[in-house]
């Protein structure tokens, strides 16, 4: 996946190496900031090492016969946390550049930001750290390494493409590009995530304090629990006062059958509990269809946009007010400790 | 038994480390390009770069004026032009596959020569190539003629964050015995798997594994190491070393030159002296 200069804009090029840089940089004051520097930089150098040595080790894929290796982004994060392992492959990689001419040098910035950013700062924190911190086993760690490295080579993957369509270097249509590029990438990245559960679960069995270092038992990072009350609240004026606004007038799933097959979208019901709950139902609801009473036909936008955030409110205070009654139910029914 | 495919595996990695270090030997030269500055020969390197890179392909014929940078260049600082060139013959593969992508999608007519129409596909394939070329020689001329120390060096002075430095040489360093401690270990599983031409997916985990493991143990032995030696933090010696005539000269002339090839159609001008 490495991208060379000649498939590169100076404008493409210039801006991927600005993000690169700024990430390197707000890594770098990350890893000092702690007083972490001195301790790590001996094990992120051997592990640079080890990941390029790794690389070296061609494997057979048994029905295709031919051979591949693995990237070792993910299990650097996995082992080093995510701001030392950027740091390590932003180094091999630059190592590769130069030496190796592996990716040009001045592609560096995409290189590092599809094989390093991608890997560490987003595949990483958002779907393997989760899934360990449920519990460190076998499973969790295959999951995790498999799910985490096909996620983030797809990411890496499609910035390739994205990276060079915008560029204007190659004639290629978008689609058939991501049709080439995505698929191979899956397949390699399948099996590096394979290789790397085992190499973690190696390290699980042989060595389990590395590990457990890495991951304590029972550090569960619990949201302060304003924050989502005030997440869910915000979320709910957005849902209901903005998203509402495109709320669709055509007729629901069940409407649409019905009229297709009854030729009208709402049931008429006669009887007297019917008319009773009817008429009870038109006295209470003080904004009926999801708009102001006296709209006309047609409906009015803000009429719609108050009635979403006036149901959110009400739907909000009725949750909160049950959370409470049961909440309150439970400690009258504990029994106090005797002192 | 003909050694065959486990012989060639162990060699390509061996192969690797000869290449690593074939680029510092031949850093120890004494030519004109040598002894430039090494702020020099970055900056105009990745000027050199941007420049190419600049090019579009309706412009394509620049780029063969640029070729006088690296056939000068290797002239000059007597690198082996067959070892740069196999350097160049791995990278190609990506380059060449977009490039023929072009050749298939991008049918538009761009010139004629005699009765042969070359479609917009084949220049851009072309000039593909040859940005490829031109790219990979400028960062292969670097380092054949910068050693690792000098460029390390002259990137912290360019307030490079002393942590990569200290990482890149670092890398660079361990390199050698990570690859010797894998070769180790892949001649040994060969040696004991007869019908086998590579690890097997299943030996993948394990094997990678302990060398995972022996790569943290010798971690920590060199981090006790490097603390007995009184290391502190990541630190870097640099010895100063100033501009001279001669490296204000070959900026000027080749940040200049770049420009005004760039910009000023002299191919055409030839080509229609030759018409």
């Known amino acids: 996946m490495h991208m060379s200069d000649a498939l590169l804009s100076p404008a493409v090029g210039l801006v991927m190496c600005a993000v690169s840089a700024g990430a390197i940089a707000y890594s770098v004051s990350k890893i000092k900031e702690d007083g972490l520097d001195e301790k790590m930089v001996p094990i992120m150098g051997v592990m640079g090492a080890f990941v390029f040595a790794a690389q070296m080790i061609n494997f057979t894929i048994p029905i295709t016969g031919s051979s591949g290796h693995i990237g070792g982004g993910v299990l650097l994060a996995a082992l080093l946390g995510e701001f030392p392992?950027?740091?390590?492959?932003?180094?091999?990689?630059?190592?590769?550049?130069?030496?190796?001419?592996?990716?040009?040098?001045?592609?560096?910035?995409?290189?590092?930001?599809?094989?390093?950013?991608?890997?560490?700062?987003?595949?990483?924190?958002?779907?393997?750290?989760?899934?360990?911190?449920?519990?460190?086993?076998?499973?969790?760690?295959?999951?995790?390494?498999?799910?985490?490295?096909?996620?983030?080579?797809?990411?890496?993957?499609?910035?390739?493409?994205?990276?060079?369509?915008?560029?204007?270097?190659?004639?290629?249509?978008?689609?058939?590009?991501?049709a080439i590029m995505q698929p191979i990438h899956f397949a390699i990245s399948l099996v590096e995530?394979?290789?790397?559960?085992?190499?973690?679960?190696?390290?699980?069995?042989?060595?389990?304090?590395?590990?457990?270092?890495?991951?304590?038992?029972?550090?569960?990072?619990?949201?302060?629990?304003?924050?989502?009350?005030?997440?869910?609240?915000?979320?709910?004026?957005?849902?209901?006062?903005?998203?509402?606004?495109?709320?669709?007038?055509?007729?629901?799933?069940?409407?649409?059958?019905?009229?297709?097959?009854?030729?009208?979208s709402?049931?008429?019901?006669?009887?007297?509990?019917?008319?009773?709950?009817?008429?009870?139902?038109?006295?209470?609801?003080?904004?009926?269809?999801?708009?102001?009473r006296s709209a006309d036909e047609g409906g009015s936008l803000t009429g719609n946009n108050v009635a979403g955030l006036a149901g959110g409110t009400l739907t909000f205070i009725l949750a909160a007010v049950t959370g409470l009654l049961i909440s309150t139910a439970k400690k009258k029914s504990k029994p106090k400790p005797k002192m | 038994?003909?050694?065959?495919?486990?012989?060639?595996?162990?060699?390509?990695?061996?192969?690797?480390?000869?290449?690593?270090?074939?680029?510092?030997?031949?850093?120890?030269?004494?030519?004109?390009?040598?002894?430039?500055?090494?702020?020099?020969?970055?900056?105009?390197?990745?000027?050199?770069?941007?420049?190419?890179?600049?090019?579009?392909?309706?412009?394509?014929?620049?780029?063969?004026?640029?070729?006088?940078?690296?056939?000068?260049?290797?002239?000059?600082?007597?690198?082996?032009?067959h070892y740069l060139l196999k350097q160049f013959a791995l990278v190609l593969p990506l380059s060449a596959l977009l490039g023929f992508s072009n050749i298939i999608f991008d049918t538009e007519t761009a010139l004629l020569i005699g009765?042969?129409?070359?479609?917009?596909?084949?220049?851009?394939?072309?000039?593909?190539?040859?940005?490829?070329?031109?790219?990979?020689?400028?960062?292969?001329?670097?380092?054949?003629?910068?050693?690792?120390?000098?460029?390390?060096?002259?990137?912290?002075?360019?307030?490079v964050p002393a942590i990569i430095i200290m990482l890149i040489t670092m890398i660079y360093r361990y390199i050698d015995i990570l690859l010797n401690e894998t070769s180790i270990m892949l001649t040994a599983y060969l040696l004991r798997s007869p019908r086998e031409k590579g690890i097997k997916i299943s030996h993948m985990g394990s094997f990678v594994g302990q060398l995972l493991l022996r790569s943290i143990d010798r971690a920590e032995r060199v981090y006790f190491a490097m603390k007995c030696r009184g290391y502190q933090g990541a630190v870097s010696y640099d010895s100063k070393r100033s501009l001279n005539i001669a490296d204000y000269m070959y900026?000027?002339?080749?940040?200049?030159?770049?420009?005004?090839?760039?910009?000023?159609?002299?191919?055409?001008?030839?080509g229609n002296m030759l018409i």
Not at chain 2, 4 to 11: N, P, V
């Open chain 1, 85 to 178: 392992a950027f740091l390590t492959i932003s180094a091999v990689l630059i190592i590769q550049a130069l030496f190796f001419a592996d990716g040009g040098l001045f592609a560096l910035g995409c290189n590092i930001f599809n094989m390093g950013f991608l890997a560490c700062f987003i595949a990483y924190p958002l779907l393997f750290k989760p899934i360990i911190k449920k519990g460190l086993n076998r499973k969790n760690i295959a999951i995790a390494s498999i799910i985490t490295i096909v996620v983030s080579m797809q990411l890496g993957a499609f910035f390739v493409v994205i990276e060079t369509l915008f560029s204007g270097i190659t004639e290629l249509p978008f689609g058939a590009f991501v």
């Open chain 1, 193 to 264: 995530g394979l290789i790397t559960a085992g190499v973690l679960i190696f390290i699980h069995n042989m060595r389990p304090e590395i590990m457990q270092r890495i991951y304590p038992k029972n550090e569960i990072a619990i949201m302060h629990s304003k924050k989502v009350l005030i997440i869910l609240i915000l979320l709910t004026l957005f849902m209901g006062g903005f998203l509402s606004t495109f709320a669709s007038s055509y007729p629901d799933g069940l409407e649409w059958s019905m009229e297709a097959v009854a030729g009208t």
């Open chain 1, 266 to 292: 709402e049931l008429e019901v006669k009887g007297l509990i019917h008319d009773a709950s009817q008429s009870l139902q038109d006295t209470i609801s003080f904004m009926p269809d999801y708009d102001y």
């Open chain 2, 1 to 81: 038994m003909f050694p065959g495919k486990k012989a060639l595996q162990i060699a390509n990695i061996k192969s690797k480390i000869v290449d690593i270090y074939m680029l510092e030997q031949l850093c120890n030269g004494n030519t004109f390009v040598h002894r430039l500055h090494p702020m020099v020969k970055l900056l105009t390197t990745v000027f050199f770069i941007i420049m190419v890179v600049s090019v579009n392909r309706e412009d394509f014929r620049i780029l063969t004026l640029y070729l006088f940078y690296p056939f000068v260049l290797m002239a000059v600082s007597e690198t082996p032009y």
């Open chain 2, 115 to 159: 009765p042969i129409e070359l479609s917009y596909g084949v220049v851009s394939f072309f000039t593909i190539i040859l940005k490829t070329y031109l790219t990979v020689m400028a960062a292969l001329i670097l380092v054949s003629t910068t050693s690792l120390q000098d460029l390390s060096n002259q990137m912290l002075r360019m307030r």
């Open chain 2, 251 to 270: 900026c000027v002339l080749v940040c200049s030159l770049a420009l005004i090839f760039r910009f000023v159609d002299f191919v055409g001008l030839l």
